[in-house]
């Protein structure tokens, strides 16, 4: 089984280099790796021979820039080298590299993007610190005007490295070369689709050192959970994998409760239960096989039923309703600590009063799963959560306001723990934005929630297969048939 792959903030990638010259490695040699590796990377994509345009900026990506330019030449091909900025302003290790080169320096300003069979964009890398404008600007505006294929060094100019967001204007590249680990702006949107298809590099930085800088995040695959999926062995008893119970809304709103029970007796929670109101079991009833039912009157209902000590993990929010009584409902379940997933109306009805959610969940498994517009609402009173540029700082300030793991949806659904983990998940597909996915998404982390996964592994495991199985269906997705893939996406992982 391979380590979950890291993913480095552009601090954290400085340390780490500091840590690599420190151990031995000049940061000259770093840079030349890296430029050798962005000339194979370019050489996978125009054959030799081929006019290549090198686009190159003033700091150490630059540097990158120059040294993919040299190796090119040698290499055979026809190279042109633009620089942004004067070359005798460059320093450090670019300043070195830059003297390798035995062509031109061009101004960017005459770059001949159309004349070029790829361009490497070298112009910023990490440390990129403003809005472009003027002549990078300008630049930028001519790349992703020439509709020539882009190369992009460490990440696609304009880019911000640890938000993924575009700081005014940003290249559109089809591939992306980066250096010992992903950045998040390469997993983060808009950054992702920015950076087209994504090479990482060995520059020869170790993984002791990668591990060391304290990086707290990863990219969502199955390493980072899959030992802790539950296999049940021949001898399991139904009760040993968990008891779910769903909450569900009144008569006409039932659905969203059976989307979320059926996808937590599919993830192998041995029985699932939905705690109905009484005026909707006929409804309810009427639609349920293998998962059972209970009345359950509001909030005291739900307390009577969790008496039952094999209940061990909870749904509350699909279509229960926007009122004080929703937040009733999960105060008896924080009361109660079972494992909890909270989604939906279970989140809008604390609109604005977040503040009563403050280290609420700390003592029992918990997941908040909202959406951008259900975290807006609920910490609209908390502009030191909302105002982070980061979709992962905004995760990881709720979970630790909370104490609960917080799954912020979106393309680049990005869950974080209160213990400062955080991963961003990437295998996600357009046809999942269906009403009733979400439900689906709650009942299968409850699920393996039941099953003793503790709450971040469940969080990323129930977003990584819900995506996967969405992936696998494609066009014309429903909620309901994402439960009904979840057996494949399974077998496939537990081979
Ligand atoms: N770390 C590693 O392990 C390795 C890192 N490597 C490479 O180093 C890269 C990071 O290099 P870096 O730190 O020099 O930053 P970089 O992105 O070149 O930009 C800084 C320059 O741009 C300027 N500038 C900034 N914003 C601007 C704007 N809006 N408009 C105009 N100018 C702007 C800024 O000027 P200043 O802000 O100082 O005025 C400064 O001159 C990294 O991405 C990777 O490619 C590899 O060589 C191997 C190992
Ligand atoms: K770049």
């Given at each position: 089984m391979t380590a979950p792959e890291l993913i480095l903030t552009p601090t954290e990638m400085k340390k780490a280099d500091l840590e690599a010259v420190a151990s031995g490695i000049p940061g000259v040699e770093l840079m030349r790796r890296a430029g050798r590796a962005v000339a194979d990377s370019a050489e996978k994509i125009v054959s030799r021979g081929g006019t290549i345009l090198v686009v190159a900026g003033p700091g150490q990506n630059g540097g990158d820039g120059f040294v993919a330019a040299t190796v090119l030449a040698e290499r055979?091909?026809?190279?042109?080298?633009?620089?942004?900025?004067?070359?005798?302003?460059?320093?450090?290790?670019?300043?070195?590299?830059?003297?390798?080169?035995?062509?031109?320096?061009?101004?960017?300003?005459?770059?001949?993007?159309?004349?070029?069979?790829?361009?490497?964009?070298?112009?910023?890398?990490?440390?990129?610190?403003?809005?472009?404008?003027?002549?990078?600007?300008?630049?930028?505006?001519r790349m992703n005007g020439s509709g020539r294929p882009i190369l992009a060094v460490d990440l696609p100019s304009g880019i911000d490295g640890e938000t993924g967001t575009v700081r005014g204007i940003a290249v559109k590249a089809g591939r992306t070369i980066t250096f010992a680990a992903r950045k998040p702006c390469h997993l983060l949107m808009p950054g992702r689709a920015f950076s087209g298809s994504i090479e990482v590099a060995d520059i020869g930085i170790g993984r002791e050192i990668l591990s060391a800088m304290g990086g707290r995040l990863f990219g969502n695959d199955p390493a980072l959970w899959?030992?802790?999926?539950?296999?049940?062995?021949?001898?399991?008893?139904?009760?040993?994998?968990?008891?779910?119970?769903?909450?569900?809304?009144?008569?006409?709103?039932?659905?969203?409760?059976?989307?979320?029970?059926?996808?937590?007796?599919?993830?192998?929670?041995?029985?699932?239960?939905?705690?109905?109101?009484?005026?909707?079991?006929?409804?309810?009833?009427?639609?349920?096989?293998?998962?059972?039912?209970?009345?359950?009157?509001?909030?005291?209902?739900?307390?009577?039923?969790?008496?039952?000590?094999?209940?061990?993990?909870?749904?509350?929010?699909?279509?229960?309703?926007?009122?004080?009584?929703?937040?009733?409902?999960?105060?008896?379940?924080v009361h109660a600590r079972r494992s909890l997933v909270l989604d939906a109306d279970a989140l809008t009805s604390f609109e604005g009063l977040a503040s009563e959610l403050h280290g609420a969940f700390r003592h029992a498994p918990t997941v908040l799963t909202p959406h951008d517009g259900e975290f807006n609402r609920m910490f609209k009173?908390?502009?030191?959560?909302?105002?982070?540029?980061?979709?992962?700082?905004?995760?990881?300030?709720?979970?630790?306001?909370?104490?609960?793991?917080?799954?912020?949806?979106?393309?680049?659904?990005?869950?974080?723990?209160?213990?400062?983990?955080?991963?961003?998940?990437?295998?996600?597909?357009?046809?999942?934005?269906?009403?009733?996915?979400?439900?689906?998404?709650?009942?299968l982390i409850a699920g393996l929630m039941a099953q003793n996964l503790p709450a971040f592994e469940a969080a990323c495991a129930g977003a990584w297969i819900h995506a996967e199985a969405g992936a696998r269906f494609g066009p014309g997705l429903i909620s309901e048939d994402l439960a009904e893939l979840v057996p494949g996406v399974l077998r496939d992982l537990l081979r």
């Open positions: 055979g091909y026809r190279v042109s080298l633009s620089l942004l900025g004067e070359p005798d302003r460059l320093t450090g290790d670019s300043a070195l590299v830059a003297r390798d080169w035995k062509g031109q320096v061009q101004r960017v300003e005459d770059a001949a993007f159309h004349e070029a069979d790829l361009v490497i964009d070298a112009l910023f890398g990490t440390g990129l610190s403003r809005d472009l404008d003027g002549a990078a600007r300008h630049a930028v505006d899959l030992p802790t999926l539950p296999k049940p062995g021949l001898s399991s008893h139904k009760y040993e994998r968990g008891h779910t119970l769903v909450a569900s809304g009144g008569a006409t709103r039932t659905g969203a409760a059976r989307l979320a029970a059926r996808a937590a007796l599919r993830i192998g929670s041995g029985l699932v239960t939905v705690a109905s109101p009484p005026e909707a079991i006929g409804v309810t009833a009427a639609h349920l096989t293998a998962i059972m039912l209970k009345g359950c009157d509001g909030p005291e209902g739900l307390h009577a039923i969790l008496q039952d000590p094999r209940l061990n993990a909870l749904v509350l929010g699909p279509a229960l309703g926007v009122h004080a009584n929703t937040r009733a409902m999960v105060a008896v379940a009173d908390h502009p030191d959560i909302l105002d982070p540029e980061s979709k992962i700082e905004r995760a990881r300030r709720a979970a630790t306001y909370t104490g609960a793991v917080v799954l912020l949806k979106g393309a680049d659904t990005v869950v974080a723990s209160p213990d400062g983990r955080a991963a961003i998940n990437e295998n996600g597909t357009p046809y999942l934005a269906t009403a009733g996915s979400g439900d689906t998404l709650c009942g």
